[in-house]
């Protein structure tokens, strides 16, 4: 059993195996377990999705003759009277990146079958990422009801600065709530001891073990890498 | 087969994880001295891509994968680029457009054009 899938025994490392692990009566995708397999390509698929979003942002922001409401000031916060942009973006910004390095901390406990840390990192994780949340819905409640910004206009300019903002954002938030249930659930799951047992799942016959963290983990890592994209391209641009 | 996850050694998450704090305190110290234009596009997208590069490298273990998996995310991954270019190239057109039929641009010296 090797940790670096490219000397996985009986197979040709590097460039040279892609055409092979490919070929037909291989398991395409050795050296990772099935589930990991899936992930990524459902990531993939999100990916997808959200590249969608932000290229349509792109469009419309290029093709609209009207000025693009700043960023900067839309989103700025009064701290002791003095307007400080961005502020709140950077706090969640630094709130998802703890939580994917304390996600990384919990596969890796995991994977050790230290039950408690484990436990410990994923329900850190999920306060994070629960607090991210939390804060986005803060913002959002800020420039429905005190800013005025509707899908179809706002008082900063091009009209489809909120539509565009609403959707992409509400997307985000969405997929890292159902991340946060996710960890709560692999979280109780660790401590009551569902992997060193193997114990089944809820929904399934499988048997349950700590590669689950590690796929879950594959998922938290790819919002926080949607929220770099959003937070440069959205906010920053 | 049994996952076997990770054996590497703990620093290289911690390094990332603190290059994360570092590049996006970059990116957030462009937006709060004011960089405009070219330069400003630039820096967001060189930090943009080495965090996410560092978030897919690493954190989500693709540096020890095989390269058919590597492959099968980043070849489509390569055709939004494609999709991001042409789609750069439709949303000019559509303002240059709109500008022509929809504005007096004939009797300003310039117009702004607003990114």
Known sequence: ?237 | MAAEGQQHPIGIYLWVWAALFVVSGASYYVDWAGFQGAMRWTLILIFMFIKAGAIVWVFMHMKWERLALFWAILLPTSFICVFIFVMALEGDYTEIVRLNFFSDWQNFFSVERHH
């Not at chain 1, 399934?204 to 590669?211: C, L, M, Q, V």
Request: net charge neutral; proline share 4%; charged share 15%.
């Open chain 1, 1 to 237: 059993m090797a940790e670096n899938a490219d000397v996985v025994p009986g197979v040709t490392p590097g460039l040279k195996g892609i055409a092979g692990d490919w070929s037909s009566d291989q398991v395409a995708f050795r050296g990772a377990p099935w589930g990991k397999a899936m992930m990524w390509i459902f990531l993939l698929s999100d990916t997808f999705i959200f590249s969608i979003f932000l290229i349509s942002y792109m469009t419309v922001r290029m093709s609209t003759t009207m000025e693009w409401p700043n960023p900067s000031q839309v989103f700025a916060l009064q701290v002791g009277g003095v307007d400080v942009p961005l502020l709140l973006i950077a706090i969640m910004t630094f709130v998802l990146i703890s939580s994917s390095g304390t996600m990384a901390m919990a596969v890796k406990f995991g994977y050790e079958k230290n039950r408690k840390v484990c436990f410990r990192l994923l329900v850190l994780t999920a306060m994070l990422g629960a607090t991210f949340v939390g804060m986005q819905a803060f913002e959002w409640s800020k420039l429905i009801l005190d800013e005025g910004i509707r899908p179809w206009a706002n008082p900063f300019g091009a009209p489809q600065f909120g539509s565009v903002f609403f959707m992409v954002t509400g997307f985000h938030g969405t997929h890292v709530s159902i991340g946060v249930i996710f960890l709560v659930i692999t979280a109780v799951k660790v401590k009551r001891g569902r992997f060193d047992r193997e114990d089944p799942g809820f929904m399934t016959g499988r048997k349950g073990r700590y590669e689950i963290v590690e796929t879950l983990g594959l998922y938290w890592h790819f919002v926080d890498l949607v929220w770099v994209f959003i937070f440069a391209l959205f906010y920053l641009w």
